[in-house]
């Protein structure tokens, strides 16, 4: 936990798509500070026609490198969510060579209840975390 989902086009290769999982997840160490094994993430990728990320009318382009993050997490300071996206970018340019006009980023809060890691219990109301 976090929980973060990775939406892009098909066709990269295995490396390429570890190398950004661990990218993000450097980015996520560096801004959220969760322990370095607390890392899920998942990777959905999608023909280019079932793929459309536009900009809101900001005038961001976007590539066929563009890939859409999604975190669910437990409520995170501001402050921590705006070096999250800072940090992610810096990341995925530096590592992967993706722009930052091609990270799109929406971040879902829930609370304690809301996780069960396995066994059938909440972790965070047990105790176990």
């Excluded at 990728?45 to 005038?59: A, C, K, R, S």
């Excluded at 992967?96 to 109301?125: K, P, Y």
Aim: net charge negative.
């Amino acid at each position: 936990m976090p929980l973060m989902r990775f939406d892009v086009m098909e066709g990269r290769s295995k490396a390429e798509i570890t190398t950004l999982l661990d990218a993000a997840h450097r980015a996520m160490l560096t801004a959220f500070k969760v322990p370095a094994r607390d890392r899920y993430q998942i990777v959905h990728e999608h023909p280019p026609e079932h793929f459309i990320v536009q900009d809101t009318g900001l005038d961001i382009p976007r590539t066929h490198n563009v890939v859409v993050v999604t975190v669910t997490s437990r409520p995170r300071t501001r402050a921590m969510k705006e070096t999250f996206y800072a940090e992610l970018c810096r990341e995925l340019k530096a590592s992967c060579g993706i722009e930052a006009s091609d990270v799109m980023v929406s971040i879902v809060t829930n609370t304690d209840e809301d996780w069960s890691f396995g066994h059938g219990r909440g972790q965070f109301l047990t105790g176990e975390l």
